[in-house]
């Protein structure tokens, strides 16, 4: 499979059969994560079972298009001409679901896009000077801020496997019973405004066990596949684990394919699904901030992928590579998606593989617009019970959280113990919306959206140490090559 290492292997076009082969391997690495995103932000949205569906689609097809920008290169302004394949980072998912949450339904999916397309055009602009932006981000502050990011994640995959934790008790019938009846009674006093029972009773759907075994089974598949398999089977843990996960949920009778059967086997991906895009000043400057994140990991990623196939980039095509970033994020906007990187899994497939060619590439992105315009591809991955997901949400999220443990190793703590407290006050701050999310009762409403994502805390205050610490000019190349090649798992 690999080939030889010459400067002009990038640019080798192999075999139609070998393109297709090596391009759906390229597929497959990175399926699990193209598809977790759409579902984790389309189930917060509360959106119908069709919405999430076609989520998954748009997610797979605009995949396939900016791969094939930045693998192909569109004139000299886009694509870094390496072999990138991209998809929308999980950097995104916690100020995404933050969204969610307080914005629910169709109007906080256009809220969503609008802040995504916002942020993908200043991506655009801001691309040429990201190089001197780097200065501000050493592996301390991407570190912290990525191992934030996994471990805000991990509370989704927990709650996947056990049901919300507000679902976890119910009403005593008994007690709503009794105050229906007294409340009837003939000169009853009427109940106090704002007047309820406390849920007391154990819930019967919270923490099944049948769901847990199921998540058990998906963990430990994963575990056997990573322990024992080699090569690419050994690529493809996730998604495999979720396969046998899928297999054990419909014979439990958890799956239901209603919606695959109904839906059709072509149909094209329209843009602004859910109406004209809203433009919200804070959630744009939160997602700003996560494209910032983003692209200094894509210059590292860059950088150490030019390592590997010995085409060190020039400034106008990582400038070109970093622009293609934004790009991808707005048409993930217009598209009704989200925000695009390269993927840090199939960076180490290539050195894995030893093939260089950016063709492969290309050809897995092709594959990955045909995916997108099949619905009943769509439709049979929103079919999944989230259960199943929750299993393999422990992995795909904790390893976002390892990835910056990973990074953080090349940060000098003996020498330099102000690091410790950059890290260790950044990570409490982070931890604050996820421990006591009615910390701001007290505060203006108005900034509730600015505190109230985990990631957005510990980012500025990562930031803010690391200048007040070390000053601002303690990040360089070779720092964002390191810490590149330690993330070989982070998206």
């Known amino acids: 499979m690999a080939t030889d290492v010459t400067a002009n292997s990038v640019d080798e076009i192999l075999p139609a059969g070998k393109l297709f082969t090596l391009g759906l391997q390229h597929v497959l690495v990175m399926y699990a994560g193209a598809i977790a995103v759409p579902l984790i932000v389309g189930r917060a949205l ?51 679901v933050s969204i969610a949450q307080q914005y629910p339904g169709t109007e906080g999916a256009r809220m969503l ?18 190089s001197r932006l780097i200065r501000f981000f050493p592996p301390v502050v991407t570190g912290t801020i990525i191992l934030v990011i996994g471990v805000s994640l991990m509370r989704i995959g927990i709650n996947w496997i056990f049901g ?4 976890a ?14 409340s009837a009674l003939p000169g009853a006093a009427p109940l106090p405004p704002g007047f309820r029972l406390a849920a007391t009773v154990d819930s019967p759907n919270y923490a099944r066990l049948e769901n847990m075994l199921i998540a058990a089974a998906v963990l430990l598949t994963i575990i056997l596949i990573i322990k024992y398999a080699r090569g690419f089977l050994a690529n493809i843990a996730v998604l495999v684990g979720i396969v046998v996960g899928a297999i054990i949920a419909a014979f439990a009778g958890q799956m239901h394919f209603d919606q695959v059967a109904q839906a059709g086997w ?11 895009p809203i433009f919200e000043p804070v959630m744009i400057l939160t997602m700003v901030l996560v494209m910032i994140v983003v692209m200094i990991e894509s210059l590292g990623m860059f950088l150490a992928l030019g390592e590997m196939c010995n085409r060190r980039p020039s400034q106008t095509e990582l400038a070109a590579g970093l622009r293609t970033d934004g790009l991808g994020t707005f048409i993930g906007g217009l598209f009704n998606t989200f925000p695009y990187t390269s993927f840090s899994q199939n960076v180490g497939l290539v050195g894995v593989t030893g093939v260089r060619s ?19 591809m769509g ?36 020498e330099n113990r102000r690091n410790g407290f950059i890290v260790a006050i950044s990570l409490g701050m982070g931890m604050i919306p996820l421990i006591a999310p009615d910390f701001k009762m007290h ?28 000053g601002a000019g303690n990040a360089s190349e070779e720092d964002l090559r390191r810490a590149a090649l330690q993330s070989d798992g982070g998206h």
Request: with cysteine.
């Open 46 to 96: 509360n959106l119908t079972p069709e919405q999430v569906a076609f989520l998954i689609s748009a997610d797979l097809f605009v995949c396939g298009v900016v791969t094939i920008i930045q693998s192909l290169g569109m004139t000299k302004w886009f694509g870094i001409k390496l072999p990138v394949m991209m998809g929308v980072t999980f950097a995104s998912v916690g100020p995404m």
């Open 113 to 130: 896009f609008g802040s995504i397309m916002a942020a993908g055009l200043i991506a655009m602009l801001m691309a040429p000077l990201m």
């Open 164 to 167: 919300q934790p507000m679902a």
């Open 169 to 182: 008790k119910l009403i005593d019938p008994e007690w709503q019973a009794w105050v229906a009846g007294a």
């Open 266 to 276: 072509f149909a094209l991906v329209t843009p602004l699904r859910f109406g004209m």
């Open 358 to 376: 950016r063709y492969v590439c290309v050809a897995g992105g092709i594959i990955m617009v045909v995916l997108g315009l099949v619905p009943k």
């Open 379 to 414: 439709a049979l991955v929103e079919a999944l019970p989230t259960v199943v997901l929750g299993g393999a949400g422990l992995v795909m999220f904790g390893m976002v959280a390892a990835t910056g443990i990973r990074i953080l190793q090349a940060v000098d703590f003996k």
């Open 443 to 470: 505060i203006p409403h108005a900034i509730h959206p600015l505190i109230d994502s985990g990631i957005l805390l510990a980012s500025l205050t990562a930031l803010v140490l690391n200048m007040f610490f070390n």
